[in-house]
């Protein structure tokens, strides 16, 4: 996991709008080349590859008629992760428990031996696990700063919260994954 803080945006992940006459072919470019990080993220959140099809789907339908209200000159793609926030929270009633299942990032070595693949492949899958049993608020708030690499303001922007929420909620979840990645391994090392 990355540190440090980002609420400076980053020009590689921040979608600026320039200001100009807002057309459905101005939203294509501008959206189709975030599909596969939106399909990641609604992925994490359903768990189901179907539902999280069905999410991105809903996500485009609703962005391209809301496309001509997007203030031209503001970040396009905190705008349509928004959409695609909500419209996962209506469509799973508020902010029901759900599981995730998707690969975490971990440290590289530099010539695994099969013990350390082992351990390795453990403590991925206590992770995987100990995500699915944090918070939603705190899932979501850790998919967005770590998986998608939003800065502070982009997840804010997504959230409509304060910077300052942002960094608090991303505390107290670091703090949640941590105390329940170290009672998986703690508790259930199986001989790792």
């Known amino acids: 996991m990355r540190s440090g803080n980002k609420t400076v945006s980053s020009a590689v992940y921040a979608v600026e709008v320039p200001d100009q006459r807002l057309t459905a072919a101005t939203f294509a470019d501008l959206a189709l080349p975030l599909f596969d990080q939106l399909y990641n993220f609604a992925h994490w959140l359903t768990q189901d590859a179907s539902e999280a099809e069905d999410l991105v789907q809903e996500t485009y339908a609703k962005a391209l008629r809301g496309f001509s209200g997007f203030q031209a000159g503001t970040n396009f793609r905190a705008w349509i992760f928004r959409i695609l926030r909500n419209a996962f929270l209506n469509s ?7 599981a995730l299942d998707e690969n975490v990032d971990e440290p590289a070595s530099a010539a695994p031996s099969p013990e350390a693949v082992l ?4 403590s991925r899958d206590a992770v995987r696990e100990a995500l699915s049993e944090v918070a939603v608020p705190h899932r979501e708030i850790l998919l967005l700063c770590e ?9 804010a922007q997504v959230l409509a919260v304060p910077i300052g929420t ?8 670091r703090k949640a994954l941590r105390a329940a990645v170290t009672g998986k391994l703690q508790g259930g090392s199986h001989g790792v």
């Open 119 to 122: 351990v390795a492949q453990a």
């Open 92 to 98: 799973r009633s508020g902010l029901k428990t759900v």
């Open 166 to 173: 942002v960094m608090s909620r991303l505390y107290r979840a």
């Open 147 to 155: 998986v998608e690499e939003m800065s502070y303001e982009e997840i």
